[in-house]
């Protein structure tokens, strides 16, 4: 398995954002998990990507346990997966293209390396136009689009997409999912957390439904979302 | 590895443009502070000098008795040259003493000749000491042990201005250490402050970089520069104007400037405040790779 959770759960003081969470994600999987604000969704998240780790149980990703994890291996567990916030997170002083190329630089790539895949990225994501813009002179649409770039630029085997549509419009919102669904097809895992599941279309992924820190039972939904 | 000192330098070269006008604030804060400690040590320096060569000075003469001979006092000063703490000795025949009594006061050349031929001045023993042994204890010690031999009429080494003397010399080396160290304390809660400000400046940098894989030393690198820089330039800058003033002032106020040796020790105190002053700012202002 990819993604482990083995009776996982994260308090915030006396508050439970997660309680005893076993759950398993395969590699080339598409999951979507969704579940009211403060349900868990981005505490899940950030035991993944390990900016925190569960107050019990063991999250394993790709090898790394949260139990054994040490501060020196966050680089390598983390350049292996890409991450997409609802709020873009784009670095408002550097263009289009320094945002995309910004983990491959930190990964040591060679500076022609850089410049050859984030154009091919940039293409793909129809964002080569935009290349020298800054974030504050894109739309909503184009600035996720490039928060994707940055995420997909170092070939992750994970895909974290954190509400990515929660700031954008529904016809921008398909694109993005569609986007999404694309690279999953290419082979990476993606976890997208969202209010909204029925954007994506039946039969293409898994659903999860996170409601006060508690996996809820899928077979208590009607396929998009819960009863 | 190479491509990551790059990104790393061109980081922390986007920290710097970014916040340019508040860099060289700090820069010019860095730069008088130190000058303060420079002129501090240029004086140091100068009184230093005077101080030490009036230590190099020091030393014990043995004056003898008249009845002692000559063969007597060679071998009393051999007896001395022996002992610990004697670099040489030089025996001072009373014509040798005359001489030179002749030539370093003409103007009282007469007296001697009032005291008449049977008058001699009395011969002595002059004793120059290690540079260890150049301090009022130990010159102290040596001379209460020379005056207790045979043939000795009296012993003079300055006894009345060695303890102030040696004292003073102590107190400006602890003074400069002092100096020194209040200055690079307080220059670093300066960088501190300035890289604390920094880093929340680029929070979300740094958070991103962190989360996109970037290692720590990578997030940290450009913070570090950049105190290292305000340190090493800052102190710089205070030298090169303490030069000018000190090449303005030294016509009317003759001075030495500093020495090269004591040049770089203020660059490298600021290259120490610097880099523990970005060492405490990272340490208050990075997130934890687990926040």
Do not use: C
């Not at chain 1, 070939?155 to 999953?184: F, M, Q, W, Y």
């Not at chain 2, 004086?43 to 190099?56: M, P």
């Not at chain 2, 045979?150 to 102590?170: F, K, N, Q, R």
Request: glycine share 10%; proline share 5%; charged share 20%.
């Amino acid at each position: 398995m990819l993604i482990s959770f083995r009776n996982v759960s994260r308090f915030y003081s006396d508050w439970p954002a997660l309680e005893n969470i076993e759950l398993t994600v395969a590699l080339g999987e598409f999951l979507v998990l969704s579940g009211p604000s403060g349900a868990g969704k981005t505490t899940l998240f950030r035991l993944i990507w390990m900016g925190d780790l569960p107050t019990s149980g063991v999250v394993e990703v790709s090898g790394y346990r949260s139990d054994r994890i040490r501060t020196g291996d966050l680089p390598s567990l983390r350049r292996k997966l890409g991450i997409v916030f609802q709020d873009f997170r784009l670095l408002s002083d550097r263009t289009v293209f320094d945002n995309v190329a910004l983990p491959l630089q930190v990964a040591g790539a060679s500076p022609r390396a850089v410049r050859k895949r984030v154009f091919s990225l940039l293409a793909e994501m129809e964002l080569n136009h935009r290349r020298l813009s800054y974030p504050h002179e894109l739309s909503g649409g184009e600035q996720q689009r490039v928060a994707i770039a940055r995420a997909m630029v170092a070939h992750p085997v994970i895909l974290l997409a954190d509400e990515p549509t929660g700031n954008l419009d529904p016809d921008v919102s398909k694109r993005v999912i569609e986007l999404l669904l694309e690279i999953n097809r290419a082979g990476t895992t993606v976890i997208l957390a969202t209010h909204d599941p029925k954007q994506i279309p039946a039969g293409t992924a898994r659903y999860l439904y996170l409601d006060r820190g508690n996996l809820v039972n899928p077979t208590s939904w009607h396929g998009y979302g819960p009863l | 590895m190479i491509h990551l000192l790059k990104s790393s330098l061109f980081e922390g070269m986007l920290n710097i443009r970014e916040k340019l006008g508040s860099f060289l604030v700090t820069l010019l804060m860095v730069s008088l502070s130190f000058m303060v400690f420079d002129i501090f040590l240029v004086v140091s320096w100068n009184v230093g000098a005077v101080l030490s060569d009036e230590q190099e000075n020091v030393g014990i003469e043995l004056f003898l008795r008249e009845d002692v001979s000559e063969v007597e006092a060679v071998n009393l000063a051999d007896l001395i040259s022996a002992m610990e703490g004697v670099r040489s000795v030089y025996y001072v025949s009373p014509l040798e003493a005359e001489a030179v009594f002749r030539a370093d006061l003409p103007e009282q050349a007469d007296l001697l000749m009032l005291l008449g031929p049977q008058f001699h001045l009395p011969s002595s023993i002059q004793i120059s000491l290690h540079p260890d042994y150049r301090t009022s204890e130990k010159v102290g010690g040596l001379a209460r042990t020379v005056s207790g031999m045979d043939g000795v009429e009296d012993v003079v080494y300055g006894h009345e201005y060695l303890p102030g003397l040696t004292s003073a010399v102590d107190m400006l080396g602890k003074l400069v250490v002092l100096a020194g160290l209040v200055l690079a304390i307080s220059l670093s809660l300066v960088v501190a402050n300035t890289v604390r400000l920094a880093v929340a400046k680029r929070a979300l940098t740094v958070k991103i970089m962190s989360i996109v894989g970037a290692p720590g030393w990578f997030v940290r690198m450009p913070f570090l520069g950049e105190g290292l820089v305000t340190g090493i330039a800052g102190s710089a800058g205070s030298l090169l104007l303490t030069g000018i003033i000190s090449g303005i002032l030294s016509s009317s106020i003759p001075h030495n400037f500093l020495p090269g040796k004591w040049i770089l020790l203020v660059l490298l105190l600021g290259a120490s405040a610097g880099a523990a002053g970005s060492w405490m700012g990272m340490r208050s202002g990075i997130p934890k790779p687990r926040s």
